[in-house]
């Protein structure tokens, strides 16, 4: 799978563990994120990891700050991007199964590795349901973005 990661300077270093569990695992990853020892601003960052989304060169998207709330509230603000900011797998998987969510958020000063990396892989490893009742949820949200005219 094509997956896009960015961050932002809360810790560089978890973006990059991130990157190397998902290379190890087999996916193609597009680093757009801070390195260690400068400072991103997570609107920025959430804007590129976005763009690749909605472009399809990324079939998901991860994104990591301190809490990972400041990256879901600029990655919604995108047409088409549905982001969740989970802390514990469970939400992680249903997001993927119920809300087609593409995008990933999480806080590195919210989780430690070990779930950070569950979280990582309990979405990556969840195809969404296609069932009737979520189909037209989304559509909900969708007809939100439409009316509205969404973000970019
Ligand atoms: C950066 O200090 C911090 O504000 C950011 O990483 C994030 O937590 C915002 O939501």
Redesign the pocket.
Known sequence: MKIAIGN???DPTMKIKVKEHLEALGHEVTDTGCGVGEKCD?PAAAGRVCKLVQSGEAQLGILI???????S?AANKYKGIRAACCSEPFSARLTREHNDANILCF?T?VVGEGTAMDLVDAFVNTEYSHEERHERRIAMIKAVEDEWGGGQ
């Open positions: 932002d300077h809360a997570y700050c301190g809490t990972g709330v400041g990256m509230l806080g000063r």
